[in-house]
Structure formats: structure tokens, C-alpha cells
């Protein structure tokens, strides 16, 4: 074999991935993170999707997830993809799954949250506590009133 032929062999085999281009990178950043906050069922909770390697042309991208009502549609605001979803009121407690599907389809990333059991409404009972407060402090005053009245009165007059 000549030199000329051995070096391009090794050339070839040493060239050949070089020219193939660089490897294609995942549809979505390593560090690419979806978030869904905790929320009690029938609530609207936050939806993050962080990805550094965004698609320029993707506006919005939908995350989905049994546990929501619909499809939450997340905009970019010029870091990263925000929006807000609603949790089905029958949505069980525990842990949930979502998921984020980006770059045209090509890309799923899933990620867990959790739905906190069902908080009771506490505006109804509050706006119990300040008119019961509310009236006994008028019952308190018109006592307080009455006895200084009466106080007065039996008090003889001294010329």
C-alpha cells in the first residue's frame, strides 16, 4: 500500500464523521424543565416551560394533563413559557402527570405535580366571624352606654 493510499485511508476514516456535520442536539435543552404548581381541585395553578433551546418560531405550546380541565396554553414572555391551567373539580388528590410538547411535535417532556385534597371555603365562614364579631362589639357599646346612663342618673345632684 503507498503512503498516499494509507493516508487516505486513515484521512478518509479520520474525516469521514467531521463531514457527516456535527450530532443533532436533543429537541429540547438538557436543563429544559416544566413546572406545574400544587393546587386543590377545581383551582387554576401556574405552568412553566423553561427550554434554552427554543424554537423561535413556537409562540405557545400546550401542556396536558388528565387532571386538568383543558389543555393549559403557555405563551413566551421572553424567558420562558408561562400560563394557567384549571384542575378538574374531581381531580384526586396526590400525584398528577403533565406533559409539554414542543418543536413542531418532536420533543414530549413529562414532569410530575402534586393536587392538595380539597380546601372548604373559608369567605362564607370569615364574613360569619366579622358580622358575630360586629354584633357583639354593638351589644358590648349599648351595655356600656346603658349603665353610664343609669350611673348618671342615680348620682344625687349637689348644688
Keep these: 500500500m503507498s ?13 469521514s464523521p467531521a463531514s457527516a456535520g456535527p450530532t443533532s442536539p436533543p429537541q429540547y435543552a438538557p436543563s429544559a424543565t416544566l413546572n406545574v404548581d400544587t393546587g386543590s381541585p377545581g383551582h387554576e395553578v401556574e405552568a412553566l416551560w423553561l427550554d434554552e433551546w427554543r424554537d423561535d418560531n413556537e ?10 380541565e383543558a389543555p393549559a396554553t403557555l405563551t413566551f414572555n ?4 408561562a400560563g394557567k391551567a384549571r384542575l378538574r373539580p374531581d381531580a384526586r ?14 420533543a414530549v417532556k413529562k414532569a410530575v405535580f402534586w393536587i392538595d385534597p380539597a380546601k372548604a371555603s373559608s ?10 364579631g360586629g354584633a357583639l362589639a354593638a351589644a358590648g357599646a349599648g351595655v356600656v352606654g346603658v349603665l353610664a346612663v343609669r350611673r348618671r342618673r342615680k348620682r344625687p345632684v349637689t348644688p
Design 123 to 132: 369567605s362564607g365562614s370569615s364574613a360569619l366571624v366579622w358580622l358575630t
Design 3 to 15: 503512503c498516499a493510499a494509507a493516508a487516505a485511508l486513515t484521512f478518509g476514516a479520520l474525516a
Design 78 to 81: 421572553g424567558r420562558q413559557y
Design 59 to 68: 409562540k405557545t405550546v400546550q401542556v396536558k394533563s388528565p387532571a386538568f
Design 93 to 106: 388528590p396526590g400525584q398528577a402527570q403533565a406533559r409539554v410538547v414542543t418543536h413542531g411535535g418532536r
